[in-house]
Protein backbone atom coordinates (compact mmCIF):
# COMPACT_ATOMS: atom_id res chain seq x y z
CA UNK A 1 0.00 0.00 0.00
CA UNK A 2 1.47 3.62 -0.77
CA UNK A 3 2.22 6.11 2.01
CA UNK A 4 0.55 8.45 0.15
CA UNK A 5 -3.13 7.99 -1.62
CA UNK A 6 -4.70 10.63 -4.04
CA UNK A 7 -7.42 10.98 -6.86
CA UNK A 8 -5.16 11.96 -9.81
CA UNK A 9 -8.22 13.78 -11.14
CA UNK A 10 -8.25 15.75 -13.79
CA UNK A 11 -10.92 18.03 -12.45
CA UNK A 12 -11.98 20.78 -15.03
CA UNK A 13 -14.02 22.84 -13.33
CA UNK A 14 -15.09 26.88 -14.21
CA UNK A 15 -13.60 29.85 -13.29
CA UNK A 16 -15.24 30.94 -9.64
CA UNK A 17 -15.79 27.46 -8.47
CA UNK A 18 -15.42 25.57 -5.00
CA UNK A 19 -12.82 22.87 -5.63
CA UNK A 20 -11.83 20.09 -3.28
CA UNK A 21 -9.08 17.42 -3.01
CA UNK A 22 -8.43 14.48 -0.70
CA UNK A 23 -5.79 12.75 0.40
CA UNK A 24 -5.18 9.61 2.25
CA UNK A 25 -1.97 8.54 4.30
CA UNK A 26 -1.24 4.97 5.62
CA UNK A 27 1.48 5.41 8.39
CA UNK A 28 -0.72 6.52 11.42
CA UNK A 29 2.53 7.79 13.11
CA UNK A 30 3.11 10.58 10.68
CA UNK A 31 3.81 13.57 11.65
CA UNK A 32 3.39 16.75 9.33
CA UNK A 33 1.96 17.28 5.98
CA UNK A 34 1.86 19.57 3.17
CA UNK A 35 0.08 20.50 0.05
CA UNK A 36 2.53 21.45 -2.90
CA UNK A 37 1.73 22.78 -6.31
CA UNK A 38 3.30 21.63 -9.51
CA UNK A 39 2.65 23.49 -12.58
CA UNK A 40 3.12 21.57 -16.08
CA UNK A 41 6.62 21.03 -16.57
CA UNK A 42 8.05 22.99 -13.51
CA UNK A 43 9.23 21.81 -10.05
CA UNK A 44 6.71 21.39 -7.17
CA UNK A 45 6.63 24.29 -4.73
CA UNK A 46 4.96 23.98 -0.86
CA UNK A 47 1.37 25.84 -1.42
CA UNK A 48 0.53 25.43 2.65
CA UNK A 49 0.94 23.33 5.28
CA UNK A 50 -1.65 21.49 7.21
CA UNK A 51 -2.07 21.97 10.62
CA UNK A 52 -4.90 20.20 13.06
CA UNK A 53 -7.16 22.56 14.13
CA UNK A 54 -7.47 23.60 9.94
CA UNK A 55 -6.07 26.28 8.62
CA UNK A 56 -7.06 28.81 5.68
CA UNK A 57 -4.80 30.91 3.51
CA UNK A 58 -6.73 33.16 1.31
CA UNK A 59 -8.98 30.97 -0.97
CA UNK A 60 -7.52 27.74 -0.15
CA UNK A 61 -8.08 25.88 2.99
CA UNK A 62 -6.47 23.23 4.82
CA UNK A 63 -8.01 20.14 6.61
CA UNK A 64 -6.58 17.35 8.52
CA UNK A 65 -8.54 14.37 10.11
CA UNK A 66 -5.76 12.51 12.23
CA UNK A 67 -8.55 9.96 12.83
CA UNK A 68 -9.35 8.89 9.43
CA UNK A 69 -5.97 9.35 8.33
CA UNK A 70 -7.48 12.51 6.10
CA UNK A 71 -5.76 15.67 4.54
CA UNK A 72 -8.18 17.80 2.63
CA UNK A 73 -7.50 20.73 0.34
CA UNK A 74 -10.27 23.19 -0.86
CA UNK A 75 -10.10 26.12 -3.16
CA UNK A 76 -12.86 28.64 -3.75
CA UNK A 77 -13.40 30.81 -5.84
CA UNK A 78 -11.29 29.23 -8.80
CA UNK A 79 -8.79 31.35 -10.99
CA UNK A 80 -7.51 30.54 -14.10
CA UNK A 81 -3.86 30.76 -12.23
CA UNK A 82 -5.05 27.88 -10.21
CA UNK A 83 -4.90 25.22 -12.91
CA UNK A 84 -2.22 22.87 -11.86
CA UNK A 85 -1.30 19.60 -10.00
CA UNK A 86 -1.70 19.83 -6.38
CA UNK A 87 0.88 17.11 -4.43
CA UNK A 88 -0.46 15.46 -1.27
CA UNK A 89 2.75 15.53 1.03
CA UNK A 90 3.56 13.68 4.30
CA UNK A 91 6.41 12.71 6.54
CA UNK A 92 6.23 10.18 8.97
CA UNK A 93 8.03 9.79 12.40
CA UNK A 94 11.51 8.82 12.51
CA UNK A 95 11.83 8.88 8.91
CA UNK A 96 14.95 10.41 7.59
CA UNK A 97 15.22 14.22 7.87
CA UNK A 98 13.53 15.57 4.74
CA UNK A 99 12.26 12.72 3.58
CA UNK A 100 8.70 13.54 2.14
CA UNK A 101 6.14 11.06 0.79
CA UNK A 102 4.34 12.67 -1.92
CA UNK A 103 0.93 11.44 -3.38
CA UNK A 104 0.91 11.23 -7.42
CA UNK A 105 -1.05 14.38 -7.29
CA UNK A 106 -4.32 15.82 -8.14
CA UNK A 107 -4.63 17.74 -12.08
CA UNK A 108 -6.52 20.94 -11.92
CA UNK A 109 -8.01 23.01 -14.80
CA UNK A 110 -10.02 25.99 -14.31
CA UNK A 111 -11.94 27.05 -17.62
CA UNK A 112 -12.85 29.97 -18.69
CA UNK B 1 13.29 31.41 -7.96
CA UNK B 2 14.23 28.76 -5.16
CA UNK B 3 18.20 29.35 -5.45
CA UNK B 4 18.38 25.88 -6.14
CA UNK B 5 20.09 25.22 -9.33
CA UNK B 6 20.23 21.60 -11.57
CA UNK B 7 22.20 20.83 -14.51
CA UNK B 8 21.92 19.89 -17.21
CA UNK B 9 18.13 20.45 -17.85
CA UNK B 10 17.62 17.97 -20.57
CA UNK B 11 19.36 14.70 -21.30
CA UNK B 12 19.32 12.03 -23.50
CA UNK B 13 21.12 8.69 -22.98
CA UNK B 14 21.12 4.98 -24.00
CA UNK B 15 20.75 1.56 -22.11
CA UNK B 16 24.00 0.72 -20.18
CA UNK B 17 25.32 4.21 -19.77
CA UNK B 18 25.96 6.50 -16.97
CA UNK B 19 24.64 9.67 -16.05
CA UNK B 20 25.62 12.35 -13.25
CA UNK B 21 23.33 14.99 -12.48
CA UNK B 22 24.53 17.89 -11.29
CA UNK B 23 22.74 20.82 -8.02
CA UNK B 24 23.82 24.09 -6.07
CA UNK B 25 21.63 24.47 -3.25
CA UNK B 26 20.15 27.46 -1.80
CA UNK B 27 22.52 29.56 0.52
CA UNK B 28 22.27 28.42 3.79
CA UNK B 29 21.40 24.56 3.48
CA UNK B 30 23.04 21.63 4.32
CA UNK B 31 21.00 19.25 3.44
CA UNK B 32 19.72 18.25 -0.06
CA UNK B 33 17.56 15.54 -1.08
CA UNK B 34 17.09 13.32 -4.75
CA UNK B 35 13.71 12.25 -6.34
CA UNK B 36 12.68 10.71 -9.26
CA UNK B 37 9.35 11.48 -10.98
CA UNK B 38 8.01 9.80 -13.73
CA UNK B 39 5.53 10.87 -15.93
CA UNK B 40 2.23 11.16 -13.67
CA UNK B 41 3.43 10.35 -10.59
CA UNK B 42 4.32 12.05 -7.49
CA UNK B 43 8.35 12.65 -6.53
CA UNK B 44 9.67 9.31 -5.45
CA UNK B 45 12.63 9.95 -3.04
CA UNK B 46 16.10 8.26 -3.83
CA UNK B 47 18.75 9.54 -0.57
CA UNK B 48 19.11 12.59 1.14
CA UNK B 49 22.92 14.01 2.15
CA UNK B 50 23.53 15.97 5.14
CA UNK B 51 26.83 17.62 5.79
CA UNK B 52 28.17 15.71 3.44
CA UNK B 53 26.89 11.93 4.35
CA UNK B 54 24.26 10.01 3.17
CA UNK B 55 21.43 10.52 5.44
CA UNK B 56 18.58 7.82 4.09
CA UNK B 57 18.01 6.07 1.35
CA UNK B 58 14.56 5.16 -0.74
CA UNK B 59 13.57 2.30 -2.16
CA UNK B 60 16.58 2.94 -5.40
CA UNK B 61 19.17 0.12 -6.28
CA UNK B 62 22.99 0.81 -6.04
CA UNK B 63 23.09 1.93 -8.92
CA UNK B 64 21.93 5.32 -8.22
CA UNK B 65 24.71 6.69 -5.86
CA UNK B 66 25.35 10.17 -4.86
CA UNK B 67 28.20 12.63 -3.62
CA UNK B 68 27.40 15.80 -1.12
CA UNK B 69 30.59 18.69 -1.57
CA UNK B 70 31.78 20.94 0.71
CA UNK B 71 29.99 23.58 -0.12
CA UNK B 72 26.79 21.27 -0.14
CA UNK B 73 26.02 21.18 -3.92
CA UNK B 74 25.48 17.94 -4.60
CA UNK B 75 26.18 15.13 -7.49
CA UNK B 76 23.58 12.12 -8.37
CA UNK B 77 24.97 9.36 -10.67
CA UNK B 78 23.29 6.51 -12.38
CA UNK B 79 24.76 3.44 -13.72
CA UNK B 80 23.62 1.19 -16.20
CA UNK B 81 20.86 3.28 -17.31
CA UNK B 82 17.58 1.21 -17.77
CA UNK B 83 14.53 2.45 -20.07
CA UNK B 84 12.82 2.67 -16.47
CA UNK B 85 15.12 5.46 -15.27
CA UNK B 86 13.29 8.07 -17.74
CA UNK B 87 12.42 10.73 -15.69
CA UNK B 88 12.35 14.02 -14.31
CA UNK B 89 15.61 14.13 -11.38
CA UNK B 90 14.51 16.86 -8.67
CA UNK B 91 17.02 17.91 -6.43
CA UNK B 92 15.90 19.90 -2.91
CA UNK B 93 17.28 21.68 -0.62
CA UNK B 94 16.30 22.45 2.87
CA UNK B 95 17.36 23.37 6.42
CA UNK B 96 17.09 19.66 8.47
CA UNK B 97 13.56 18.73 9.83
CA UNK B 98 11.56 20.84 8.38
CA UNK B 99 9.11 20.23 6.16
CA UNK B 100 9.62 22.85 3.24
CA UNK B 101 11.84 21.83 0.61
CA UNK B 102 13.23 24.08 -2.25
CA UNK B 103 13.54 22.31 -5.49
CA UNK B 104 15.77 22.69 -8.55
CA UNK B 105 13.89 22.84 -11.73
CA UNK B 106 14.93 19.36 -12.33
CA UNK B 107 16.65 17.54 -15.05
CA UNK B 108 14.75 15.54 -17.31
CA UNK B 109 16.42 12.27 -18.26
CA UNK B 110 15.53 10.24 -21.35
CA UNK B 111 16.67 6.58 -21.76
CA UNK B 112 16.63 5.11 -25.09
Known amino acids: RKEVEQDPGPFNVPEGATVAFNCTYS??????FFWYRQDCRKEPKLLMS???SGNEDGRFTAQLNRASQYISLLIRDSKLSDSATYLC?????????????FGRGTQLTVWP | ETGVTQSPTHLIKTRGQQVTLRCSSQ?????VSWYQQALGQGPQFIFQYYREEENGRGNFPPRFSGLQFPNYSSELNVNALELDDSALYLCASSLPNVGELFFGEGSRLTVL
Open chain 2, 27 to 31: SGHNT
Open chain 1, 50 to 52: VYS
Open chain 1, 89 to 101: VVISMGSTLGRLY
Open chain 1, 27 to 32: NSASQS
